[in-house]
């Protein structure tokens, strides 16, 4: 029966020898693991910061690119209008100042009627400006500031990259 015991007690002391390296072998891949999907967790938020940025300069681009589409329609419409009413004072010339007074009477009607005072608009110019140039204009307005501002954008042109930064600081500004 000793023989037995004694083969016992030296498994026992095996086994309690093997545990240890085993125990810390174990650790070490557990911290390893942690730190895996810590450094995974920190590239994919960096990624997804990176596509939002991404997506939001993608949607000022595409918001000025349609700001100089409708310009360039708007411009080809006045040309054309223009190009009309030149052939329409040379096609009537002789009638004399039949002509003058229509023509006088379509540039009456292109004045354009102030939106709003320059003075009491917090971006001078705003009408003219592109998304990213209004949305560059927008640090260090008021609340009530970028409030106005986005209530004339919302009436006029209602540009959605402007829209969105409005928003966004309104919110931070709280």
Not at 2 to 22: H, K
Not at 39 to 51: S, W
Not at 80 to 87: H, L, N, P, S
Not at 142 to 157: D, G, P, T, W
Request: charged share 30%; net charge negative.
């Amino acid at each position: 029966m000793e023989p037995i015991i004694a083969v016992n007690r030296l498994a026992q002391d095996f086994a309690g020898q093997i545990v240890e390296p085993y125990k810390e072998l174990t650790d070490r891949t557990v911290g390893w693991q942690e730190r895996n999907v810590r450094l995974l967790q920190t590239l994919f938020e960096g990624a997804i910061r990176g596509a939002q940025r991404q997506t939001e300069a993608n949607l000022a681009l595409a918001q000025e690119l349609f700001e100089q589409a409708e310009e360039q329609r708007e411009t080809l419409q006045r040309l054309t209008g223009k190009a009309a009413e030149a052939y329409w004072e040379l096609a009537f010339s002789p009638v004399g100042s039949f002509g003058v007074a229509v023509m006088a009477r379509g540039e009456a009607a292109e004045e354009p009627k102030p939106e709003t005072s320059a003075a009491s608009f917090p971006i001078p110019g705003y009408a003219r400006l592109t998304s990213a140039q209004v949305i560059e204009k927008l640090d260090g307005l008021s609340v009530a500031q970028l409030k106005r501002i986005r209530a004339y954008e919302m009436e006029h042109k209602n540009r959605k990259a402007i829209l969105a930064s409005l928003e966004r600081r309104i919110q931070e500004a709280r």
